[in-house]
């Protein structure tokens, strides 16, 4: 009896699908639009991080302070992930969102006295901003699988428009 070694199975990262799949959404990344959203994002966040010594509420609000300094650095390096890797980090864009979110409701909810007027008119302002361009960039990546990836029932990536049309309405006949 000779003993068989199982048959090797590549890893999933290396599967035709998922390659596919990264190259689509990195072609997405490369568009004119996808680069916009990313580079005002990274501004965003850069300015989000620093906003307190610009508008001049760190000794005020030291919780504000601090919570915007980690959210302006997490938008920012999210920002610069999809830049870079859009294929692999498309699934997180949401966070972008999120952050956008708490942004805005952060002055009323850290610890600490209440911010003054333009420290709360900058949170949301740019928490704001944060949400939309968090959107942008979901809605780019989901506009990219369902442009591409999304078929009509009985069609065939291989085939023409035509034959598509004839497989799905009785393989041939040639009824529309």
Known sequence: MTAQTPAQTPAIEEHPDI???????????????????????LLTGLYLAMSPW?????????????????????????????????GRTHGITWVTAVIGAWTIIAPWLVNGPTPDNSAIANNVITG??????????????????????????GTRPDMGPDMGREMGSGMGRGRP
Do not use: H, K
Request: glycine content about 10%; proline content about 4%.
């Open 128 to 153: 704001a901003l944060c949400l939309l361009f968090g959107l942008a960039m979901a809605s780019v990546g989901m506009r990219a699988s369902t442009r591409r990836g999304m078929q009509r029932p």
């Open 19 to 41: 390659a596919a799949l990264r190259a689509r959404y990195d072609r997405v990344a490369e568009t004119p639009t996808a680069q916009l959203v990313d580079g005002l994002t």
């Open 54 to 86: 610009v508008v001049g509420f760190t000794s005020d609000s030291p919780g504000l302070t601090a919570s915007n300094l980690f959210s302006g650095v997490a938008v920012a390096l999210l920002a610069l992930g999809f830049a870079s890797a859009y």
